[in-house]
């Protein structure tokens, strides 16, 4: 098991130790549960007290809270917790080279050592970057390009021709590459038009469980660095996002949308496709974009638009039975006390 | 193959036998297509010629309709059916031990016999209890506990430290256990706060297929006793729902919401996160959740507010183009027949 | 690699030549990128500049660009491309028999060669269509019927008794035949209805990655012939879609739905349980279908209504907050120049 000095978890988050820093720290622990060898987080000045009677040997805080436990105090203390709990508890990364005895792997496959592949895995025609941990039951289509450190999660499906950047995690149940929605119509018949494109995922890109990102129809389908998307999210053919995006569970981004940098998406937000979104957009849960956004800020509703515009229509909605009442009965006062219209 | 007696079932569902009782009963079928041996339902007394007319043995029926056929007499025909239907088609389960050779199985795993183990499934430092079916290719992480008489159907993915009541049902796809969607932003970059908690699944619940539910940041997941989960619904971190709830199709609950009893979603429902909704609530499809909900009764709408409420506004908004016009039309009249009003 | 002469290409399109016909082709490229040896598509006259500086050795145009490459003039240059190019990108289909030494395949399961069963396929006592590829991890439950050629990507699942037409296309993470969302309320608690049906999948159906068509509880659901689901759609119980129908991604068809021919449905659609919707209607991304719909069109909103309705609708509510605005001016105009009303 991993220890630390206070000092050193000081240092990775960069605090200032308030004393003992030689103090040895075994892990993360909430203030109610935590004990001597364990750092507790006070996210926040009004836990004070409960920061106060925790046994917890030190904490990470915004304000010196004058208690006997070892203290680092940071500006943000959300960031540091992050920090001192990957520490703790890292994504799995291989060091033992393993290749597990039932998994299937294409002869002209590259692997770049050490790798952890798991039960089940099949690889065909592709390179996996070193450190790599691909899980039970991962399918690895002919030509796929993983960088280093990636953890693909039991049951990901990589369809052929994808590239996915360092340190990537798949959960579950992910979907890369898959065929785009294309088809042309012939009086009533749908014909399929291949998909000849592949999908790009950048660095450090986190995708959540049962998600799926489809191959371009002719070019690239390309997750920008850093992306993080959760459950169940949905990128069609020839989608390209920016940096540093994210997009809660169940977001459905048609085909061909292009998305600027440091974008956020609420759940269950859907887009048309071939739509424009610039840099710095917040879209809230359940909106749905029907036209490009050329602006920063934020948007929701059905059809998406400013947020603050939207909110006063939906107070003007909720206030519209009353509105009707109103207007009726100032339409009866105007009509019983002026002379009726001409007739025509 | 199972056969009962017209007695028997009658036991079963608490029911009146008029007839023969002793007649033998080999499966249930619609009254079109029953046989002699075959027990049908009469759902609605509407049917009462289709059952005079059926060759069913027996019939189960909320009312004497005075035919040949064996009649069991029950108060509900729905749940008489469901019982019956369940006792002719049971559930998998484990009878005699069984582990296919191509499973991987940690030496140190408990399996509780008899269990059935599948084709390719991978299991962890786990523990499986006895009468559990594990279909192909599905993989239990290290630390997971599953009680007696599960049935999980082929390639379910359940991570590390996932904890499963009694009589749980787990459809193709699903994912218990993936990371939760937790960042902390430095800037415009997302880092990764480790999900340090797990998931406790309650006795008898299911779940279909292609759903995700996430472990918790820190502490549990929880999804009560006996919840029943259409396709597709995700559950972030920390969720927590009480007992009996139902969540149709694609329900999408947010991260930190704590749901009571007997509450009842419908299809691609969303909720904010950190909501509170009390016991016996009914969410109609399509509905976003976007405050508490702490009053019991009928929700509807985006936002969602009282079901009757909604129903009215969107009356008004239906209407809202003519009423459009007839205040503009009032305006005008007002116009023309006051004097104008006073020039700033 | 494949190759083929201009003149047999026209001849696949039903294009007239313009050119050298006996130009051999090896495959397709957008204009841009295309050398001597690929064929470029014009799909309207705004690229003629593009057609004309491309280095394609031929082109498909729907007028001729009096250019040396060789061009095939054709009407639908959409529906030409789709031709060309699944010619030079067939999808997958078996030829020389190969069962993967780590195949699981019941001993009566009834494999018509050639087939490709990939590594970790389990099936069970079914039938597979001759010419069909089941790639790595597929499950096939038992009584299941694959007509020829179909194509089922990694990881996807049918229950038992799912009958599945030929050239069907299944994208990973398929999940088919997962139990219907059927429950009797006794008191608060959900007793399960075993779903006693199956599924039929006509005949050129495609179907996305991390979909969920569920089994009827009595009678099958039913997928129509030529129908293209996109990702992550879901089908309940004894739901039955006509032929040539199209549902863009996370389309959530609640159960016993009838839907006719030629219905396209947008991201994100919702029904209500028990509709009927007639041939020919399409609905618009993010719709919630409450009723039925019996008249072709366009349909769109929440709930749905005639779409251009919808819209004049939609304007009306953005105006709201004017009208609000000046309906209470014209409620104090009124007030301010008219005697008082009557008191009570």
Redesign the interface.
Known sequence: MTTQTVASLASLVEGRVIGDGTLSIRG?A?LRSAGPQHIGFVRDVKYRDAAKLSSAGALITPIDLETRAAQILVA?V??A???V??H??P?PRAVVHSV?K?A?VHPEAVLEEPLVI???V?IGRARIGRGSVL???V?IGDGCQLAADCVI???V?L?HGVTVGARV?M???T?IG??G?G??R?D???????Q?GGVQIGDDV?I?????I?RGA??DTKIGA?N?L???C?F?HNCVTG??C?F???A?I?GSTIIG??VIMG??V?T?GHLRVVDDVRVA??S?LLRDIDKPGDYMG??A?EKLRFL???K??????E??K??EA??K??ES???P?PSL
């Open positions: 993360v909430d943000d959300g960031l917790f992050a920090k709990a990957l703790f508890h994504l597990h039932t299937v798991g039960p089940n099949v899980m039970a039951g399918s999660f039991p049951n499906v369809y995690v959960h579950s149940g979907v898959s065929d929605f088809y042309v012939d009533a018949t749908f014909h399929k038009v291949p000849l986190e959540g469980a049962n998600c799926t489809d002719i070019g850093r993080k959760d459950n169940l949905h069609a940096e540093d994210a809660a569970a169940g459905l048609a940098n440091r759940g269950h859907l048309s849960g359940n749905a059905y059809p638009q006063r229509q939906m003007a909605v909720r206030e519209l039975v509105m009707k109103a207007f100032l339409s006062r105007v006390l002026l002379p219209p």
